[in-house]
């Protein structure tokens, strides 16, 4: 019995006194998380908002990562274009270029989850944002002007039934960290002298353009931001930011002639015999081989 009345005692007093201590000691830590002050020039902290899945505070671009910070956020919105920066959830990062009526300011303490790069600064919460704000205008991104050895040719127009240029090609990390460079690259080591970057994610070779693609009226529509390069122009919805390599001689697409593509040294051992003639019912090489690869 005397057993029983000290167990009872000891929940009684855990409950008056243990639980709202650490209850106390729990927000005292919550609070302890900062706002950096060393944040780049013209940005500044504006508060917590409400934020919620189905009407977005900041809604114009996102993207999420294990090593977040309140910083990191602010170049990303900045490299895009975009005034409004907010981190949520410890790992997702918001931009925008103005505030939803439906955020409203909530209690500092409601932003109380650390970023997953830097676990003293605040990265909002569940459905709560830290939010930063810059009234200086931004650069945005731009069209990159053509990798070494690679030139711009600008906007061109495309359809998914006719391609305009026809070889679609796969590149390192995928779709999601494409860049002008590593497309450009794919395409030049596939032996086509043409490289279309389209719909931020998806690479595009040819030595010809094809089914009457060409320059875009008025160069419009090529206003996706590289997957692996917020700061570049990577094509659009049916449009190609086309390149042309420094080797090359590109044929409009009403021709049938192919760009000429540039000699290249043969593999050790190999030496060029010349141009050969053939027939399709008497081959001069008569083994056949179909390759899973571009042909070079």
Same mark, same amino acid.
């Given at each position: 019995?005397?057993?029983?009345?000290?167990?009872?005692?000891? *929940?009684?007093?855990?409950?008056?006194?243990?639980?709202?201590?650490?209850?106390?000691?729990?927000?005292?830590?919550?609070?302890?998380?900062?706002?950096?002050?060393?944040?780049?020039?013209?940005?500044?902290?504006?508060?917590?908002?409400?934020?919620?899945?189905?009407?977005?505070?900041?809604?114009?671009?996102?993207?999420?990562?294990?090593?977040?910070?309140?910083?990191?956020?602010?170049?990303? *919105?900045? /490299?895009?274009?975009? =005034?409004?920066?907010?981190?949520?959830?410890?790992?997702?990062?918001?931009?925008?270029?103005?505030?939803?009526?439906?955020?409203?300011?909530?209690?500092?303490?409601?932003?109380?989850?650390?970023?997953?790069?830097?676990?003293?600064?605040?990265?909002?919460?569940?459905?709560?944002? %830290?939010?930063?704000?810059?009234?200086?205008?931004?650069? @945005?991104?731009?069209?990159? =002007?053509?990798?070494?050895?690679?030139?711009?040719?600008?906007?061109? %127009?495309?359809?998914?039934?006719?391609?305009?240029?026809?070889?679609?090609?796969?590149?390192?990390? @995928?779709?999601?960290?494409?860049?002008?460079?590593?497309?450009?690259?794919? *395409?030049?080591?596939? /032996?086509?002298?043409?490289?279309?970057?389209?719909?931020? @994610?998806?690479?595009?070779?040819?030595?010809?353009?094809?089914?009457?693609?060409?320059?875009?009226?008025?160069?419009?529509?090529?206003?996706?931001?590289?997957?692996?390069?917020?700061?570049?122009?990577?094509?659009?919805?049916?449009?190609?930011?086309?390149?042309?390599?420094?080797?090359?001689?590109?044929?409009?697409?009403?021709?049938?002639?192919?760009?000429?593509?540039?000699? %290249?040294?043969?593999?050790?051992?190999?030496?060029?015999?010349?141009?050969?003639?053939?027939?399709? @019912?008497?081959?001069?090489?008569?083994?056949?081989?179909?390759?899973?690869?571009?042909?070079?």
């Amino acid at each position: 019995m005397a057993f029983k009345l000290c167990h009872s005692l000891y *929940c009684i007093l855990l409950t008056l006194f243990v639980i709202p201590q650490s209850l106390a000691l729990g927000v005292h830590l919550r609070r302890s998380l900062v706002i950096p002050t060393d944040l780049p020039a013209g940005w500044s902290y504006l508060g917590c908002y409400t934020d919620s899945v189905g009407a977005r505070t900041l809604s114009s671009a996102t993207y999420n990562g294990n090593a977040m910070t309140d910083e990191s956020c602010i170049s990303f *919105c900045a /490299g895009q274009g975009y =005034p409004y920066a907010g981190t949520e959830y410890a790992g997702q990062c918001y931009c925008g270029s103005q505030l939803a009526s439906t955020g409203t300011v909530a209690p500092q303490t409601d932003c109380d989850m650390g970023c997953t790069g830097n676990a003293s600064e605040a990265c909002g919460a569940g459905n709560r944002l %830290t939010v930063f704000y810059t009234s200086q205008p931004l650069a @945005g991104p731009v069209t990159n =002007p053509g990798p070494s050895g690679w030139t711009s040719l600008g906007c061109y %127009t495309d359809s998914v039934g006719a391609r305009t240029l026809v070889n679609g090609i796969a590149t390192p990390g @995928g779709g999601s960290a494409l860049t002008i460079a590593l497309c450009t690259s794919a *395409c030049q080591q596939a /032996g086509y002298l043409l490289a279309g970057a389209e719909y931020a @994610g998806e690479c595009y070779c040819g030595n010809t353009f094809s089914n009457g693609g060409g320059p875009a009226p008025g160069g419009s529509g090529c206003t996706m931001q590289c997957n692996g390069n917020a700061s570049e122009y990577y094509g659009g919805s049916n449009r190609l930011n086309v390149y042309s390599s420094s080797a090359s001689s590109v044929t409009s697409s009403s021709s049938s002639a192919s760009a000429t593509p540039s000699s %290249t040294a043969a593999p050790a051992g190999w030496n060029a015999l010349g141009c050969y003639t053939d027939s399709v @019912g008497s081959r001069t090489l008569p083994d056949t081989q179909y390759l899973p690869v571009a042909m070079t």
